[in-house]
């Protein structure tokens, strides 16, 4: 869980990097979308930790004409209905507010990187909801508890209702972060028990669970929720998708080890069951293991492979992350012209057909920028 979720456009990445260190300085957690791991899926990681936030901060751009950014707004904005989240519209200057939080109220900031009135609201509004009532999220979370404590393992229809509305709810103080964990935790292992590990409402109950964890801090349950994950699941896909999770928890960890195996183990079950997709995910995370051991070759090797393998595919964010990776690599290898080609075609695709998806835009663009000074 974050204390704050940092909302921004692409031109205003810089400032954006600004406004976060700041915030970080003053001792406060901040998530951005810079953050999520290679292989993630986007914009699950997002909003799961827009859901887990406690303040959204906007850095208002001109005009929300990124689809991602939109969609990053809207999620903030439902789940500020009930105080669920408090959400702050910062205007830089000569900036004027934009109708999407038109609600809010603002807080207009000086030119410069100096961002301390921003950190100081921050703070007071963490320190108001510290002495507020349990949100309208604790307080579901509590009566869907109770429903389970009520004992429904002879309604295994209304049981799997419930279970799903739990892994649904979000939010909440952080006061009631551990409670959310606690109930996220006895309904998972209630689910197990009486509807079985591989019944289809615990599964996202069980990811629910991992990425409160991973996002808490407590990386080594996190993972062991999702070894459950794996050995619960039903299906090649599931089998698949557990895997990757798995994997990209186990990177974000270091445990470089153990991610590969279950990079390799996902690449050879996505191959012959016809996932070209999580095919290249995994070769994807396996050319990223490759180059943080400093073995670009490898790590080329890989990533050629995604991109070919992505070349027929009619998904252009997994083209896009392999093309990123593949340019970092070559880069790295002194290949300005290669480089610059893959960054090229992946800000195109980022731009064109991802609708704005800031975060594949902002690493091509960097890459683009970085080759063009080379």
Wanted: hydrophobic share 45%; proline share 3%.
């Amino acid at each position: 869980m974050s204390d704050v979720f940092l909302s921004y456009a692409l031109q205003d990445s810089e400032v954006a990097a600004q406004l976060a260190a700041q915030l970080r300085r003053a001792g406060l957690s901040v998530f951005a979308v810079e953050d999520v791991a290679p292989g993630e899926s986007i914009w699950h990681t997002v909003s799961t930790a827009i859901a887990e936030a406690r303040v959204f901060v906007l850095l208002v751009p001109r005009s929300v004409t990124s689809e991602f950014l939109q969609q990053e707004v809207q999620a903030a904005v439902t789940r500020s209905v009930g105080g669920g989240l408090a959400v702050l519209p910062v205007l830089l200057p000569g900036r004027e507010p934009v109708e999407d939080v038109a609600r809010f109220r603002y807080l207009r900031v000086g030119a410069g990187s100096d961002f301390s009135d921003v950190v100081d609201v921050v703070r007071g509004v963490l320190r108001a909801s510290a002495r507020t009532s349990p949100s309208t999220a604790g307080l579901r979370l509590s009566f869907l508890s109770a429903l389970l404590d009520a004992d429904l393992s002879g309604a295994p229809d209304a049981a799997a209702l419930v279970l799903e509305e739990i892994s649904q709810t979000v939010g909440g103080s952080a006061e009631e972060f551990d409670r959310q964990l606690a109930v996220l935790r006895a309904a998972a292992e209630w689910g197990e028990n009486h509807l079985g590990p591989s019944h289809p409402s615990v599964a996202p109950l069980r990811r629910r669970l991992a990425d409160a964890l991973g996002r808490s801090g407590r990386h080594q349950e996190s993972i062991e929720v999702r070894r459950r994950s794996l050995q619960a699941s039903a299906t090649p896909e599931e089998r698949i998708e557990q895997g990757l999770d798995l994997a990209n928890q186990l990177v974000a960890s270091g445990l470089a080890e153990e991610a590969t195996r279950h990079y390799e183990q996902s690449l050879e079950l996505a191959s012959r069951s016809g996932f070209d997709s999580a095919a290249a995910a995994s070769l994807v995370g396996l050319g990223t293991i490759a180059r943080m051991r400093g073995e670009l070759i490898g790590a080329r090797t890989y990533l050629e492979r995604a991109v070919d393998l992505t070349t027929r595919l009619a998904e252009p964010s997994a083209r896009t992350s392999a093309l990123i990776g593949l340019c970092e690599v070559l880069n790295e290898m002194g290949d300005t012209e290669g480089s610059l080609r893959y960054a090229e075609e992946a800000l195109w695709l980022s731009r064109t057909m991802l609708a704005g998806d800031d975060t594949l835009a902002l690493r091509a663009a960097a890459l683009v920028t970085i080759q063009d000074g080379a």
